[in-house]
C-alpha cells in the first residue's frame, strides 16, 4: 500500500509538471494576465470522455501480443464477440440489404455531383423510370427549380448547365449502375461508393436533404478511426466496436420507414457523417486506409454482444489509467458491459501517446461568459469518481454584484471547456499575489481589476487590507463610472495641488459627487470612513432615498439618510447583525465589494 501511495503521488507530480511546461507555452505576460483579470491553468492526462475501449490501451495491448477479442473484453465487461445478425436478429439491421440512411447535406436548395467511375441513373422516387443517365466524369446539378419541384441538369465543360428530362418532386436518387460505380460530391470533398445517393424534402418546398444509403459494412468501411500504421490487432479491436456503436446507433434511431416527423426534417437519416455520431469519409476513407479494410473483412460482421442485443461500442483516445463508468460519464442510462476498469496499457511506454499528459490555459473571463457569472474568482475540484476523474466542480465568482457559487457537474465542465479529459487538477492564478482565489473578497476585487478600475496599490498587489484614502476614492469612481473630466480647467480644492488624483477629485466636483471635506478643501490623504463611502455612492450612483433605519450604530450620524439610501439600494448590509460601523476606515477590498455591488444596481 505505500508503494502504490507513492507511485501515485509521484504521477501526479509528475502530471502536475508536464501539464504546466505544456501550459507555460500559453500563460499570460504578467501585464495581460493583470489586464484580464488572472487565469486558470488546468493540467491533465488522457483525452476523450472516458468510456469504453479506449484507443491507446489497445495499441499497447496489441504491441503486447493481445488479440483483438482480449482488448474488447478488457474494455467492455461480460461481452461477447457475435455477428450482428445474431445480436440484431429479427430487426431491419439484420434483415433489410441498405439499413443506412447516412445524413451529408442538410437543407440544401442545389448539390453538384460528377461521376468519377462507372456510371449512374438519375431518378424521380415518386416517379417510374428515371429522368437521365449520368456517365463517366460528367459533372451534373440536381437543384431546385419551380415551386415545389427540382431537376437534373448537366453542366459542359464551359460551365453552362442544361437541363436533363422533366423536373419533378424533390424526393430523388442517383442510382449506380455497377459495383464501381463512384459518385464525388465536391461539396463533401469526398466520393461515395456502394450505395445509393438521396435527395429527400421534408416539406416539398425545394429544399432538401443529400443522405447516402448504404450497407453496414460499407460504412464501416468508410471510418478509419485509428491511424494505418497501428498493429492489425488493435485496428480489429476499434473496427468491432465502430460498427457496434453504428448498430446499436441505428436500433435506437429505427429505419427509415419509421422516422418521426422530426428526423425527416432534419436529416432524413439514422445516422450523420459527423462527430455527432462517427465520421463517415466515404469511398476516400476506404481508398486511403487499406489496413482498415483489411481488418473490416478480418472480422466479418462482428459486433459486441450483450444480453438484449448489440452492445453501445464507445470508445475514446486515452485514460489517466482507468476507464470511467459510463453513468459518471454521462450520467444516465444503465450498460452494465460499460464499467470502469484498469487502463494500464494506455499509460505503459507500448502506448506512446501524445496526449498522456497535457495543459491549458483559460482566462477567468471565459468561465465567466459559459457559466452566467460577471466574474470568476475560483474554481475547485470538488469531488472525485472512483476512476480518480473528476466528478464535480465548485466554480466562484460575482453575480449580480454578489458572491455567488455553482457546483458544475465534471463532465459538463469538460465539454464546455473543451478540455481533453475529466482527468486533471486547477490552478487558479490571481491578478494579485496577495490576494488568494479563496479569500472572502477576492471576487469583487477580480472584477474591478478585469474592468480596467484598479492595477492594484504596486505592481502584482492590491493591498487588500490598506485603508483606502478620499483621494484613492476619487478615482475609484470616476473609472468605474467612466466620468468625463470636461473641457473646462477647474481647480476646485487648494489642498490637492500636487495630488496624483488632482484630476479624478475636480471631476468628482464638476459631476456633484463632492463639495470636499471642508470650505475649498478636500483631504485627499485623510482616509475615508463608512459613512463617507456611503454619501460618495449614493451621489456617484444616485441612489434613491429611503425612509428605513435598518441599524443602530447610525443615528447620530451625518450620513444616516446615504447609510438608509445604500441598505435599501442593497449595496450593504452593514458591518454585522444591525449594525454599519459608519466612523470605521474602509479597507480597499470593502471598497471594492461596495463598488462591484453599486455597478450591478445598472
Excluded at 435527395?199 to 468501411?221: C, K, S, W
Excluded at 511506454?349 to 460577471?374: E, V
Excluded at 449580480?400 to 457546483?407: F, H, K, L, V
Excluded at 475609484?476 to 479624478?504: K, W
Amino acid at each position: 500500500q505505500l508503494v502504490a501511495s507513492t507511485m501515485r503521488i509521484m504521477a501526479a507530480q509528475k502530471r502536475r509538471l508536464i501539464g504546466l511546461l505544456l501550459a507555460a507555452c500559453l500563460l499570460l505576460s504578467p501585464d495581460t494576465a493583470r489586464a484580464s483579470g488572472g487565469e486558470i491553468v488546468f493540467f491533465g492526462e488522457g483525452s476523450g470522455h472516458g468510456v469504453g475501449l479506449s484507443q491507446y490501451g489497445a495499441k499497447a495491448m496489441a504491441l503486447g501480443g493481445a488479440t483483438y477479442r482480449q482488448i474488447l473484453y478488457r474494455y467492455y465487461t461480460g461481452i461477447s464477440v457475435v455477428s450482428v445478425q445474431t445480436a440484431a436478429v429479427g430487426t431491419f439491421v439484420a434483415t433489410e440489404q441498405s439499413p443506412l440512411w447516412v445524413g451529408l447535406l442538410q437543407s440544401e436548395s442545389s448539390i453538384s455531383f460528377t461521376v468519377d467511375k462507372g456510371s449512374a441513373d438519375l431518378c424521380f422516387d415518386s416517379q417510374v423510370g428515371c429522368v437521365a443517365r449520368a456517365l463517366d466524369q460528367e459533372a451534373w446539378v440536381f437543384s431546385h427549380h419551380g415551386y415545389g419541384n427540382c431537376a437534373f441538369s448537366r453542366t459542359g465543360v464551359d460551365g453552362s448547365s442544361t437541363q436533363i428530362g422533366e423536373s419533378g418532386r424533390c424526393d430523388a436518387s442517383i442510382r449506380p449502375l455497377s459495383d464501381v460505380t463512384t459518385i464525388a460530391i465536391p461539396r463533401k470533398a469526398r466520393s461515395y461508393k456502394n450505395g445509393t445517393l438521396r435527395m429527400r424534402t421534408p416539406l416539398n418546398d425545394g429544399i432538401f436533404h443529400l443522405v447516402f444509403q448504404t450497407d453496414l459494412e460499407a460504412y464501416v468501411r468508410g471510418i478509419s478511426e485509428v491511424p494505418e500504421t497501428w498493429p492489425i490487432e488493435a485496428v480489429k479491436a476499434q473496427v468491432v466496436a465502430t460498427r457496434s456503436l453504428a448498430a446499436w446507433t441505428l436500433l435506437a434511431r429505427g429505419s427509415e420507414q419509421s422516422f418521426s416527423q422530426s428526423q425527416r426534417s432534419e436529416c432524413h437519416c439514422n445516422l450523420r457523417d459527423d462527430v455527432s455520431d462517427q465520421v463517415f469519409r466515404g469511398y476516400d476513407g476506404e481508398s486511403r486506409h487499406p489496413n482498415w479494410v483489411s481488418a473490416v473483412k478480418a472480422t466479418g460482421s462482428e459486433v459486441i454482444g450483450v444480453s438484449g442485443g448489440v452492445g453501445r461500442g464507445l470508445y475514446f483516445h486515452s485514460s489517466a489509467g482507468v476507464t470511467e463508468d459510463y453513468s459518471d460519464a454521462f450520467g444516465e442510462g444503465a450498460f452494465p458491459y460499460l464499467a470502469s476498469v484498469s487502463d494500464a496499457p494506455a499509460i505503459s511506454d507500448f502506448a506512446n501517446n501524445p496526449l498522456r499528459y497535457w495543459g491549458l490555459s483559460s482566462k477567468p473571463s471565459s468561465l465567466a461568459t459559459l457559466f452566467n457569472f460577471s466574474w470568476v474568482n475560483n474554481v475547485l475540484v470538488e469531488s472525485h469518481n472512483e476512476s480518480g476523474s473528476v466528478s464535480s466542480v465548485r466554480i466562484a465568482g460575482i453575480r449580480s454584484g454578489r458572491p455567488a457559487e455553482e457546483i458544475v457537474d465534471g463532465a459538463e465542465f469538460r465539454r464546455r471547456l473543451g478540455l481533453r479529459s475529466t482527468n486533471y487538477e486547477v490552478e487558479v492564478h490571481s491578478p494579485f499575489s496577495d490576494v488568494l482565489p479563496e479569500s472572502s473578497f477576492s471576487g469583487e476585487i477580480v472584477g474591478l481589476a478585469a474592468m480596467g478600475i484598479t492595477e492594484g496599490c504596486l505592481p502584482s498587489r492590491f493591498c487588500p487590507t490598506a485603508q483606502v484614502t478620499r483621494g484613492e476614492m476619487a478615482a475609484f469612481l470616476v473609472r468605474a463610472l467612466r466620468l468625463d473630466p470636461g473641457q473646462e480647467e477647474i481647480d476646485a480644492f487648494s489642498d490637492d495641488n500636487g495630488s496624483y488624483f488632482e484630476n479624478e477629485i475636480n471631476t468628482l466636483h464638476i459631476h456633484g459627487i463632492t463639495n470636499g471635506c471642508a470650505e475649498a478643501k478636500f483631504c485627499p490623504n485623510q482616509f475615508i470612513t463608512r459613512g463617507e463611502m456611503a454619501a460618495f455612492l449614493v451621489r456617484a450612483f444616485d441612489l434613491p432615498e429611503s425612509s428605513g433605519d435598518s441599524f443602530s450604530d447610525d443615528d447620530r450620524s451625518l450620513f444616516e439618510a446615504d447609510i438608509a439610501a445604500l441598505q435599501a439600494s442593497g449595496v450593504t448590509s452593514g458591518c454585522s447583525t444591525g449594525r454599519f460601523c459608519p466612523d470605521r476606515p474602509v479597507s480597499r477590498q470593502e471598497m471594492a465589494a461596495f463598488l462591484i455591488r453599486a455597478l450591478a444596481l445598472g
